[in-house]
């Protein structure tokens, strides 16, 4: 069983920064793949980004790459979103999940209960 809980959302004006993090619990967070996604107002969830156990392979969905970095720290049982030069279009719920090595939700187990992040333009 993993929990997930995300912080670090906000309101932030366009080209601005924000990074996420989420603090995980539970005894295999460091066994774990673990990704963001997002939802924004009646859009269905997509995924931004995904790190595997050792956290050297990465992925990114094509709107955010160059733009947004996870990591993760193993030894605090955190993953992190920095996101940079943030756009209206990224408004959305950020949520953390735990899973597979995917971009696909389905691959993920566990679900926190999101953070709201607003861009003003």
């Known amino acids: 069983q993993v929990q997930l809980v995300e912080s670090g959302g906000g309101l932030v004006q366009a080209g601005g920064s924000l990074r996420l993090s989420c603090v995980a619990s539970g005894p295999t967070f460091n066994n774990t793949c673990l990704a963001w996604f997002r939802q924004a107002p009646g859009k269905e969830r997509e995924f931004v980004a995904t790190?595997?156990?050792?956290?050297?392979?990465?992925y990114y969905a094509e709107s955010v790459k160059g733009r947004f970095t996870i990591s993760r720290d193993n030894a605090r049982s955190t993953v992190f979103l920095q996101m940079d030069s943030l756009q209206p279009v990224d408004t959305a719920v950020y949520y953390c999940?735990?899973?597979?090595?995917?971009?696909?939700?389905?691959?993920?187990?566990?679900w926190g209960q999101g953070t709201q992040v607003t861009v003003s333009s």
């Open positions: 790190i595997d156990r050792s956290g050297l392979s990465t």
């Open positions: 999940a735990a899973g597979s090595y995917s971009g696909q939700a389905r691959a993920y187990s566990y």
